[in-house]
């Protein structure tokens, strides 16, 4: 049970990053209500980096990791994690100060602490992506992945967009001194008792660690990963101008059946169904769909809902 | 007036494994600048170079304000073009002057080589530092080779390896006002992020690191440096031992701090049951902390931190800090311990089952099968080294077998140690065991060599199988492409023959080794050349930057044959002491090879027959008597006991002695003679010598002093 009294429950260290956020001008977008493997795939990230729009958007997001699952046994690790994703199209001068104070927002004096950025350059070969930035090493423990985005979908970015991905559950653990995440405390009942992490979510991890690893029907998985890819490769024909449909337009449907082929890829290789030889195919497959629909995006320069 | 020159370019945090290159570079490319502008000395090499993750800088001293004025002799058209018959200025003159802004009067006449002409005097007013520097600043930034490039202004921008967020450029205390990157230069710099406001004020270029000490950045590597390896055995020695050196780590933290302070944690003592191996990868690899050693190298249940918080200690603010350090530390260790535990709930070899699902290489297939390619070969290598072929048998299947494992996939640079710590838990003897476990090794020219012949057969064959795979399949390193790493393999190959003494017929190793793999892979000839030269690259890279011998040395023996790299090596090292011990004859029958290949190469001749009726001059017989002398005299050889280094030593001797009678030969023999028997016995007979001559080595390719 929590040593530190006055840390933030894990419900107000989501409400705390996401206020601090919205002050900076960061529109407040709900979680992406699709499988994803992390922030970076919401389409609030892959497709709002591309194009010349400014654009400043913070957002939670589930995130699943099939091989990741431990059966809700492993105190560190989850087969669906929570990120806190925040982009800042194009970056401000002073985007590093605006992270160390979003720190203090949630209760870390970081001054205090031994703060490191040490070299971590990300990279997603599936979405066709890279960037260059750190990891926020905190008295030796990783809260937070800073990203420069340089490419996205094989296209390079232009204004270039910082990613700021929040680690949620490390930062609660260490906020409130808990050596399982299981044990940190998400809320606190009227009568103050608290609701921890483990009853919200342990039933989570048991059931998909069962399915991702036993029950998952490795056959099944590769029929629908073939539909989806071809639906979404019928829906990239159908942009093009000399197509049937007289080139009408559904990149988002596009990219949500991208999104579905690279979770089921994550299944499959949770179940032990892809070779190392196989991986590279496939991870191959997924990433055409992605560029394919980064390109079409990029050329079909959509405007931004919102003005710059 | 001369002022020191400081410019500091300020970045959020450069990488530490390039920062003290891109602070190298920076220093020089300005240097060779200004140094070509005549601000400063071309020689001037005081410089000083500072880095830290967040700035990188450089001071020049003693650098002028402007550049000296200097005059300029522009010379035209020849004087009988500029000046018409009645000693008028022409159009021609007229223009030449107008178009280097001079008034016509200002035309003289020079002579020069190629006659008499007409020139003008152009003065050239010194540019300011200022000035300069606008142009040479971007251009030097410009051209640094950035290890990995980024963009943070979008196309248009700048590149770097993170973004510039200042510049600081002082001559003396003056400001200069040069731009860079979208920043204008000025006095301000930033403290330390967490212990100095961020914004301070640089007076002038020499009191740069002191001020900024006082804002509690350490601007000099060195003595960031020098803190750690003070403070290290310090503080290690506080928590009751030492830390385990380690100068890559050292350097790597030397550069992520601006103001490095080391603290000591603690483990609970029941995770020292898990392998070290496993608990310094977590600690350095992971975490970059030094782990904690007693006298005699055991490790201890502690550790050193490097934070970047020295300054004024304070016991509480280190008291948080070390307790989330030990808290990361703790949580690691617990899934190494997960895995430890999980993956010893299977035997090892009921694992082997599990490798037909672990790829090798596309074309190679699976790990399962290498497994029995492995067996096959290492068994073959054990017959000829005399090792246990029982040890083989059991070690070759288990020894792929910790690729199935959890803690191998969490820890993949610890593959074949682990299969080799849980051979030894399950009880196979230590034989097994270190068969297992050094099995990649050597991995480079330093590390640690498989200790017994048992683990050089299972680590020569393993290395030998996948190079021969890869070379069947036409995955052949070129140029900097090796993704496979056959290079280092191979050199680990043969590092392994050579120190621990191991003489292998390569040439049938490869054959060997191509026998394990499907008909119709490759083509095994082609393979087969193409290892032959592959394996002889790496045996010449051996000797001669392993070794340190001479390079004409090594090619003169490889020359005539690199199929036994063990007994290339003696070869080698007899050249090289016959050389020392016999230079003035070495370098006669060295010169008399060269001739004689020349002779033979130019006939293109081969046979080595001659007619002992056909010998007329003197210098003939004696040249066939020393040749048939020496044929004889190797006849015996095989009841020569001596060692094989002694044997080529006197072969060599007698081959140097030999360069007199040679040289005799060519000054009174014509080889050329008119009757063709003649010269076709004289060919044959120094074809026969070239051959005798070059048992050992091949004198040709020795390089003379002399040219």
């Known amino acids: 049970m929590p040593t530190h009294p006055a840390a933030p429950t894990y419900q107000q260290l989501m409400l705390q990053l996401q206020a601090f956020w919205a002050e900076q001008g960061c529109i407040l977008q709900l979680p992406f209500d699709l499988e994803v493997g992390a922030g970076t795939m919401?389409?609030?990230?892959?497709?709002?980096?591309?194009?010349?729009?400014?654009?400043?958007?913070?957002?939670?997001?589930?995130?699943?990791?099939?091989?990741?699952?431990?059966?809700?046994?492993?105190?560190?690790?989850?087969?669906?994690?929570?990120?806190?994703?925040?982009?800042?199209?194009?970056p401000p001068d002073n985007v590093q100060e605006l992270y160390l104070s979003s720190l203090r927002a949630i209760g870390i004096a970081w001054e205090q602490h031994d703060i490191k950025f040490e070299e971590d350059n990300w990279e997603s070969p599936t979405l066709g992506a890279w960037g260059v930035g750190w990891q926020v090493m905190l008295d030796g423990l990783e809260i937070t992945q800073f990203t420069y985005f340089q490419q996205c979908g094989g296209v390079d970015l232009d204004p270039i967009a910082a990613e700021l991905t929040y680690g949620l559950e490390r930062i609660a653990a260490f906020l409130q001194d808990v050596e399982s995440i299981y044990d940190i405390v998400w809320t606190r009942t009227p009568e103050g008792h608290p609701v921890t992490y483990g009853d919200v979510r342990l039933q989570d991890e048991l059931q998909m660690s069962v399915y991702n690893f036993e029950l998952a029907d490795v056959e099944r998985l590769w029929q629908h990963f073939e539909l989806y890819e071809a639906e979404c490769a019928a829906l990239l024909r159908a942009t093009r101008s000399d197509a049937p449909s007289g080139g009408r337009v559904s990149l988002l449907g596009a990219y949500e059946l991208c999104l579905k082929c690279s979770h089921l890829f994550n299944l499959l290789d949770a179940r032990g169904a892809i070779s190392v030889t196989e991986r590279v195919g496939v991870i191959q497959r997924v990433r055409a769909l992605a560029v394919g629909i980064a390109r079409a995006w990029t050329a079909a320069h959509i405007p931004a809902d919102v003005p710059a | 007036m001369n002022h020191d020159l400081l410019i500091e370019l300020g970045s959020e945090e450069i990488p530490a494994r390039m920062v003290s290159g891109l602070a190298q570079q920076f220093a020089d490319q300005?240097?060779?600048?200004?140094?070509?502008?005549?601000?400063?000395?071309?020689?001037?090499?005081?410089?000083?170079?500072?880095?830290?993750?967040?700035?990188?800088?450089?001071?020049?001293?003693?650098?002028?304000?402007?550049?000296?004025?200097?005059?300029?002799?522009?010379?035209?058209?020849?004087?009988?073009?500029?000046?018409?018959?009645?000693?008028?200025?022409?159009?021609?003159?007229?223009?030449?002057?107008?178009?280097?802004?001079?008034?016509?009067?200002?035309?003289?006449?020079?002579?020069?080589?190629?006659?008499?002409?007409?020139?003008?005097?152009?003065?050239?007013?010194?540019?300011?530092?200022?000035?300069?520097?606008?142009?040479?600043?971007?251009?030097?930034?410009?051209?640094?080779?950035?290890?990995?490039?980024?963009?943070?202004?979008?196309?248009?921008?700048?590149?770097?390896?993170?973004?510039?967020?200042?510049?600081?450029?002082?001559?003396?205390?003056?400001?200069?006002?040069?731009?860079?990157?979208?920043?204008?230069?000025?006095?301000?710099?930033?403290?330390?992020?967490?212990?100095?406001?961020?914004?301070?004020?640089?007076?002038?270029?020499?009191?740069?690191?002191?001020?900024?000490?006082?804002?509690?950045v350490i601007a000099a590597p060195q003595e960031r440096e020098a803190t750690l390896q003070s403070a290290l055995p310090a503080v290690a020695g506080c928590a009751g031992g030492r830390h385990r050196?380690?100068?890559?780590?050292?350097?790597?933290?030397?550069?992520?701090?601006?103001?490095?302070?080391?603290?000591?944690?603690?483990?609970?003592?029941?995770?020292?049951?898990?392998?070290?191996?496993?608990?310094?990868?977590?600690?350095?690899?992971?975490?970059?902390?030094?782990?904690?050693?007693?006298?005699?190298?055991?490790?201890?249940?502690?550790?050193?931190?490097?934070?970047?918080?020295?300054?004024?200690?304070?016991?509480?603010?280190?008291?948080?800090?070390?307790?989330?350090?030990?808290?990361?530390?703790?949580?690691?260790?617990?899934?190494?311990?997960?895995?430890?535990?999980?993956?010893?709930?299977?035997?090892?070899?009921?694992?082997?089952?599990?490798?037909?699902?672990?790829?090798?290489?596309?074309?190679?297939?699976?790990?399962?099968?290498?497994?029995?390619?492995?067996?096959?070969?290492?068994?073959?290598?054990?017959?000829?080294?005399?090792?246990?072929?029982?040890?083989?048998?059991?070690?070759?299947?288990?020894?792929?077998?910790?690729?199935?494992?959890?803690?191998?996939?969490?820890?993949?640079?610890?593959?074949?140690?682990?299969?080799?710590?849980?051979?030894?838990?399950?009880?196979?003897?230590?034989?097994?065991?270190?068969?297992?476990?050094?099995?990649?090794?050597?991995?480079?020219?330093?590390?640690?060599?498989?200790?017994?012949?048992?683990?050089?057969?299972?680590?020569?064959?393993?290395?030998?199988?996948?190079?021969?795979?890869?070379?069947?399949?036409?995955?052949?390193?070129?140029?900097?492409?090796?993704?496979?790493?056959?290079?280092?393999?191979?050199?680990?190959?043969?590092?392994?023959?050579?120190?621990?003494?191991?003489?292998?017929?390569?040439?049938?190793?490869?054959?060997?080794?191509?026998?394990?793999?499907?008909?119709?892979?490759?083509?095994?000839?082609?393979?087969?050349?193409?290892?032959?030269?592959?394996?002889?690259?790496?045996?010449?890279?051996?000797?001669?930057?392993?070794?340190?011998?001479?390079?004409?040395?090594?090619?003169?023996?490889?020359?005539?044959?690199?199929?036994?790299?063990?007994?290339?090596?003696?070869?080698?090292?007899?050249?090289?002491?016959?050389?020392?011990?016999?230079?003035?004859?070495?370098?006669?029958?060295?010169a008399a090879m060269k001739r004689i290949r020349n002779i033979v190469r130019k006939e293109n001749w081969t046979a080595c027959e001659w007619n002992k009726d056909l010998l007329q001059e003197a210098a003939e017989g004696e040249l066939a008597h020393c040749l048939e002398l020496h044929r004889l005299g190797q006849g015996g050889s095989d009841i020569d006991d001596r060692p094989e280094i002694d044997r080529y030593k006197s072969e060599l001797l007698w081959a140097a002695d030999t360069g007199e009678v040679l040289e005799r030969f060519f000054t009174t023999v014509r080889v050329n003679a008119e009757d063709p028997r003649l010269r076709a016995n004289r060919l044959g007979l120094l074809a026969w010598a070239a051959q005798e001559l070059s048992r050992v080595a091949d004198f040709s390719e020795i390089v003379l002093a002399d040219g």
């Open chain 2, 245 to 590: 050196s380690d100068p890559n780590l050292l350097s790597l933290l030397r550069d992520l701090t601006e103001n490095p302070g080391v603290l000591a944690g603690s483990f609970a003592k029941d995770y020292l049951e898990l392998p070290g191996e496993v608990l310094v990868t977590v600690m350095r690899d992971h975490q970059k902390y030094f782990a904690l050693e007693d006298a005699e190298g055991r490790l201890l249940p502690g550790f050193c931190a490097v934070t970047d918080l020295a300054g004024e200690p304070r016991a509480e603010r280190e008291a948080i800090i070390r307790h989330g350090h030990e808290r990361v530390l703790r949580a690691r260790f617990n899934d190494a311990r997960f895995f430890w535990q999980t993956d010893r709930k299977r035997p090892l070899f009921s694992r082997l089952e599990d490798l037909k699902q672990v790829t090798f290489q596309a074309r190679l297939g699976n790990y399962h099968a290498k497994t029995e390619r492995n067996l096959r070969l290492a068994k073959w290598l054990a017959e000829q080294w005399h090792a246990d072929v029982t040890t083989i048998a059991i070690a070759t299947p288990l020894a792929k077998c910790d690729l199935t494992t959890e803690l191998v996939k969490e820890f993949t640079e610890l593959q074949g140690k682990i299969g080799g710590l849980y051979a030894e838990a399950e009880g196979h003897s230590p034989a097994i065991r270190d068969a297992i476990y050094f099995q990649y090794e050597p991995l480079s020219t330093e590390g640690p060599l498989p200790p017994s012949a048992e683990a050089a057969a299972l680590g020569v064959a393993d290395k030998l199988d996948t190079i021969a795979g890869m070379f069947l399949a036409g995955e052949i390193p070129t140029g900097s492409r090796d993704p496979f790493a056959l290079r280092r393999q191979a050199n680990g190959i043969i590092r392994t023959l050579l120190e621990r003494t191991l003489t292998l017929d390569l040439n049938q190793a490869q054959q060997e080794a191509m026998a394990g793999y499907a008909e119709g892979l490759g083509d095994r000839a082609t393979a087969l050349s193409g290892l032959q030269q592959f394996f002889q690259e790496r045996l010449e890279f051996y000797l001669r930057e392993v070794g340190g011998y001479a390079l004409d040395t090594v090619r003169a023996v490889l020359t005539v044959s690199a199929n036994d790299p063990l007994d290339a090596l003696r070869r080698v090292q007899a050249v090289t002491s016959t050389r020392q011990q016999a230079a003035t004859e070495f370098a006669a029958a060295a």
């Open chain 2, 30 to 216: 300005m240097e060779s600048r200004l140094a070509a502008t005549g601000l400063i000395a071309a020689a001037a090499t005081n410089r000083r170079v500072f880095w830290t993750p967040r700035r990188v800088a450089v001071v020049f001293p003693a650098v002028a304000q402007n550049q000296p004025d200097r005059d300029e002799e522009q010379v035209g058209p020849p004087a009988r073009l500029a000046f018409a018959a009645d000693g008028a200025l022409t159009v021609q003159a007229k223009n030449f002057a107008a178009k280097f802004g001079a008034a016509p009067t200002d035309l003289y006449r020079v002579s020069t080589l190629k006659g008499e002409y007409v020139a003008v005097r152009r003065h050239h007013r010194g540019q300011s530092l200022a000035q300069l520097l606008d142009t040479l600043l971007p251009e030097a930034f410009a051209a640094l080779d950035l290890p990995k490039a980024m963009q943070w202004q979008g196309r248009a921008g700048a590149k770097f390896v993170r973004p510039l967020r200042w510049l600081l450029v002082l001559h003396g205390a003056e400001i200069l006002p040069v731009r860079l990157a979208g920043l204008m230069a000025g006095r301000q710099t930033r403290g330390h992020r967490g212990l100095s406001q961020s914004q301070i004020s640089i007076e002038s270029a020499m009191t740069y690191d002191e001020q900024l000490r006082l804002h509690f």
């Open chain 1, 42 to 90: 919401a389409p609030e990230t892959f497709l709002r980096v591309l194009g010349p729009q400014p654009y400043r958007v913070a957002y939670l997001q589930p995130s699943r990791r099939p091989a990741d699952g431990r059966y809700g046994e492993n105190p560190n690790r989850l087969y669906k994690h929570t990120q806190f994703q925040v982009i800042l199209k194009p």
